[in-house]
């Protein structure tokens, strides 16, 4: 199901965030440092379009794909993808509808989730990406309600080194 969101980056991110295009696999992915196990091509695609919707600030349509591989894949790549979903859901309240309540709620939600996988999980840098959520979730909890919150407190994705 797609939804409506202020996701206006450009021909590609609407091409994908239409389900037009395939966004391949992203920025070198390598299996090194994890398990496949219960993870497969379609869940890949999946995370991978996630990514790229994410990063073109698409947080509902990265929520979607990211959703599609959670039901899906099993442990534990399923409670990461669970705490990808729960950081655009943050990111699309804070960001998109200036809902400051529901998306702290939620960053902290998703640094309960990141907690429980291995840093390296689906070969990325997962302590870099709790500090980040936890940066997010303090400058959301401090700023004044009516003030804008920073954008480039966004978590970007976080590729191990392996992965790179």
């Known amino acids: 199901m797609r939804g ?3 996701c206006d980056q450009g021909p590609r991110a609407a091409s994908i965030a239409a389900g037009s295009e ?9 299996a090194a440092g994890w ?14 379009e996630g990514w790229v919707l994410y990063q ?3 947080f509902f349509e990265a929520h979607e794909a990211w959703e599609r591989a959670w039901r899906r894949c099993g442990e534990p790549q399923r409670r990461f993808v669970q705490a990808l ?3 655009t859901a943050a990111c699309h309240l804070l960001f998109d509808k200036q809902r400051r309540s529901g998306g702290v709620t939620n960053l902290g939600k998703a640094a309960r989730a990141l907690a429980e996988v291995p840093d390296d999980c689906l070969g990325e840098d997962v302590p870099r990406l709790r500090g980040a959520v936890a ?9 004044a309600p009516e003030a804008a919150l920073d954008p480039a407190l966004v978590p970007r994705r976080p590729l191990s080194a392996c992965a790179r």
């Open 35 to 48: 398990s496949a196990a219960g993870w497969s091509a379609a869940d890949q695609a999946d995370y991978d």
């Open 85 to 87: 979903i729960l950081l």
């Open 22 to 30: 395939a966004s391949g696999s992203a920025a070198g992915w390598s």
């Open 4 to 6: 409506v969101s202020t």
């Open 135 to 143: 940066a997010l979730r303090a400058h959301a909890e401090r700023a």
């Open 56 to 58: 073109a600030r698409c």
